[in-house]
């Protein structure tokens, strides 16, 4: 302890000096967290993202994850209805949505496009899932309707010159290889922000998805957990207790984010490390300059008896004063940058290949802030320490008369 408070007040002697460093020390810290942090949401927004759009599990025969369907819902789900019941019994189960899906022709009369159509049951869609839809024109699909309806998305209106209202054809082959075409109505245009997508992408309820299919079936059933973390368990229950169907996870379906998450990877660790480089140069800079200019000082003191090995011990614990101080500084700055962005968003240009951006965000992480305060403590003592060995075996008549 005694050397401890030597250190301190030797750090608070030249109080400028100290500050360059701490503040070197800080803008590194900073700089490292506020890279991970953002590399961290990245992560944690795609997760949820694909988690989102398929359900945390997707419950299916095994056939419709292995086979091609040679006609629609060839490999689908009957009695849905009660293996839904079944799922909501476990405890992890937040919703079960069924899901149609089926591609086909959409026409409005004069001209016909291909489409990625999905049918859903609109109410418990839009309330699990939340707002994934930006609406550009017109409501949601809702329940029970009067009439059969559907969503269209931005590109393929446009391309059919339809809006709310519009009445349109689809056209589809059904289970029993027949073309079956049905009347249907625009009630709302929508864009997800990916435009290639918005070119063919058709929402539209079970019921009339159904009918149009002319079956009973549904191509999966995507369960929505409470939490993330209960993926890994739930799925080895639902598993268990279906030993006919296959249980995948969001992961198994998630092929974009996998390949986006290996491309991010590839950039925050290029970026991780040319920011890791500059801060181990510039605080062993700034340490060597601290202990350089005190060579004379360091030889007055082997003069008076002190021992090199006391004189190391000091040094490096300046070096962890410094350091601490300035890692500690550094860290509150991220903390409060990270929450100043929630309260003051800052909007990102679009990715490439999507045409609406997306809100800058740091997550806060106790792990990775308590891993990086402490590697640079250690670092700017290691550097004291490096730095300080040649110094303090310099003899002294060569260390008082350096300047």
Known sequence: MRWLMFAIQNTLRNRRRSLVTVAIAALGTGAILLAGGFALYTYQALEQSAARSTGHLIVGVP????????????????????????????????????????????????????????????????????????MVAGDVLSTGAAQMEVMLGEGLAKSLKAKPGTSLTLLASTTDGALNALDVTVKGVFATGVPDIDKRLVYTDIVTAQRLLNTTRVSTLGVFLKSMEATGSAQQRVARLNPKLTVHTWLDAAFFYRSVRDLYSRIFGALGLIIGVIVVFVVTNAMAMAIIERTREIGTLRALGTLPSQLLRTLALEGMVLGGVGAL???????????????????????????????????????????????????????????????????????????
């Open 329 to 403: 500084t550094g860290a509150l700055i991220a903390f409060a940058v990270s929450m100043l962005l929630y309260v003051v968003p800052v909007q990102m240009p679009p990715p490439p290949g999507s045409s609406r951006g997306y809100p800058l965000n740091v997550s806060f992480d106790a792990g990775m802030y308590a891993a990086t305060v402490l590697a640079m403590v250690l670092l700017a003592m290691l550097a004291s320490a490096w730095i300080a060995r040649k110094t303090v075996h310099t003899p002294v008549v060569d260390a008082l008369a350096h300047t």
């Open 63 to 134: 056939a419709q994850f292995t086979t091609d369907e040679d006609t629609p819902l060839q490999h689908g789900l009957d009695n849905y209805q009660a293996l839904s019941s079944a799922l909501l019994a476990d405890p992890d189960v937040r919703q079960v949505l069924p899901r149609v899906a089926f591609s086909g022709l959409i026409s409005n009369g004069d001209k016909s496009t291909v489409m990625l159509a999905t049918g859903v049951e609109p109410d418990s869609e839009f309330a699990v899932k939340g707002p994934f839809l930006n």
